[in-house]
C-alpha cells in the first residue's frame, strides 16, 4: 500500500475560526476606507466653501429683499422693490456702472496685450534674462497704497510729472481729477502698471510648455518669428489667455483700491465731486456706510455679481471664437 506523500495536510479548525473574523474585519475597514475616505478628503473644501461663499450669498440675497438698516431696528420684506429702484430711478448706479466698465476696457485690453507682448519677449534668449524675469514681478508685491501715492504725485494737477510734460511740449495741462476720461486713464495706467508683471508671468510660464520642436519645424517651413507667435504661440495659449481674460474681468469689475486713494480729500466714496471715477464696489459702500440702506447695498452687491458673470461669459465665448479663427 503506497502513501501519498504530496496530501494536503487537514486544516487547523482552531487556526481557520480564529482567523476569519480578522480578515473580515479587515475586508470591512478596507471597504469602509475606499467609499468614505474620498468624502472625508474634499470635506474641508465644502465646509470652507459653505461658511465664507454660499453663507454671505444666501445672506446678500435675503438682507437685498428687505430694507435692513442700523437705523432701524426692524425688518420689513419689500420684495423686489429695491432691484425696480436701483435699475429704474437710481442714475448715480448707472454713472458707477459708466464708470466701471470704461476703466474696465482702458486697463484690461492693453494690460493683456502687453503682458502678451512682453512674454514673448521674455521668452527667448536675452542678457540678464533672470534679472528681467524678476523685474516684472516687482509691481505685483508693491503696496498698492504706495502705487496709487506716486500715481497721484505724477498725476498731480499743479506740479505733476505728466502735466510739466505737456507743458514743456506747449499744451495745456490737464486737471486730471476733475476731468472724467483723464481720471478714467489716469487710473488705468495705474492697474496697467500694477498687473501687467503678473499676467505676463503666467503668458511666460504658458509658452515655457510648448514644444520647441513645433517652432523648429515652422522655422524650417521659413516661417518668420511673427508667422510664429500667431500661428502657434496664441493658438496653444488660448486656455490661458481664457483664464486671464476672467480672472481681469472679475478684477476690473471690482476695481475700488485704486480709484479711491486716487480721490484727494474727504469724500472719497463719492469718486471725485461729480462721481467721475466712482466705480460699482465704491458705491456700494457708500450706500452701506454712508446711508445706511443695506438691503438697498444687497441688491448692489447681486447685480454686480450678474454683470460680472454675464462679462465672463462674454469675453469666455469672445476669446474661444478669436482663437479658433485663427
Not at 9 to 33: E, F, M, V, W
Not at 64 to 82: C, E, H, K, W
Not at 187 to 199: A, F, H, K
Not at 215 to 230: I, N, P, T, V
Amino acid at each position: 500500500m503506497s502513501l501519498d506523500l504530496h496530501a494536503a495536510a487537514p486544516p487547523d479548525p482552531g487556526r481557520s475560526r480564529a482567523g476569519r473574523p480578522a480578515h473580515r474585519r479587515a475586508t470591512s475597514l478596507t471597504r469602509l476606507d475606499l467609499r468614505y475616505s474620498p468624502y472625508l478628503y474634499v470635506l474641508p473644501f465644502f465646509v470652507i466653501f459653505a461658511v465664507f461663499s454660499a453663507y454671505p450669498i444666501a445672506y446678500t440675497v435675503w438682507i437685498a429683499l428687505t430694507d435692513r438698516s442700523p437705523l432701524n431696528p426692524t425688518i420689513s420684506f419689500v420684495g423686489l422693490d429695491n432691484f425696480v429702484e436701483l435699475i429704474t430711478d437710481d442714475p448715480q448706479f448707472w454713472n458707477a456702472v459708466v464708470n466701471t466698465f470704461g476703466m474696465f476696457v482702458l486697463s484690461t485690453v492693453p494690460q493683456l496685450m502687453l503682458a502678451l507682448v512682453l512674454a514673448n519677449a521674455l521668452n527667448r534668449k536675452l542678457r540678464a534674462q533672470t534679472f528681467f524675469r524678476m523685474a516684472i514681478a516687482m509691481p505685483i508685491i508693491t503696496s498698492t497704497a504706495v502705487v496709487a501715492l506716486i500715481f497721484s504725485m505724477i498725476y498731480a494737477k499743479d506740479f505733476g510729472l505728466v502735466n510739466w510734460v505737456l507743458d514743456t511740449v506747449g499744451l495745456d495741462p490737464i486737471d486730471w481729477r476733475a476731468n472724467r476720461f483723464a481720471s478714467w486713464f489716469a487710473i488705468s495706467t495705474m492697474v496697467d502698471w500694477r498687473w501687467v508683471g503678473y499676467n505676463a508671468l503666467i503668458y511666460l510660464a504658458a509658452m515655457q510648455s510648448i514644444s520647441k520642436d513645433m517652432y523648429e519645424a515652422a522655422a524650417l517651413d521659413g516661417a518668420s518669428r511673427r508667422r510664429q507667435f500667431w500661428s502657434i504661440t496664441v493658438p496653444q495659449l488660448r486656455p490661458t489667455i481664457i483664464f486671464t481674460l476672467i480672472i481681469s474681468t472679475i478684477g476690473g469689475l471690482q476695481l475700488f483700491t485704486e480709484p479711491l486713494l486716487f480721490t484727494s480729500g474727504s469724500g472719497g466714496l463719492s469718486g471725485g465731486s461729480e462721481g467721475q471715477f466712482q466705480t460699482i464696489t465704491m458705491y456700494l459702500l457708500d450706500v452701506m456706510n454712508q446711508r445706511f440702506r443695506w438691503g438697498y447695498a444687497g441688491a448692489v452687491a447681486l447685480v454686480l455679481f450678474v454683470l460680472i458673470a454675464l462679462m465672463s461669459t462674454v469675453n469666455y465665448l469672445l476669446a474661444r471664437r478669436i482663437s479658433s479663427d485663427k
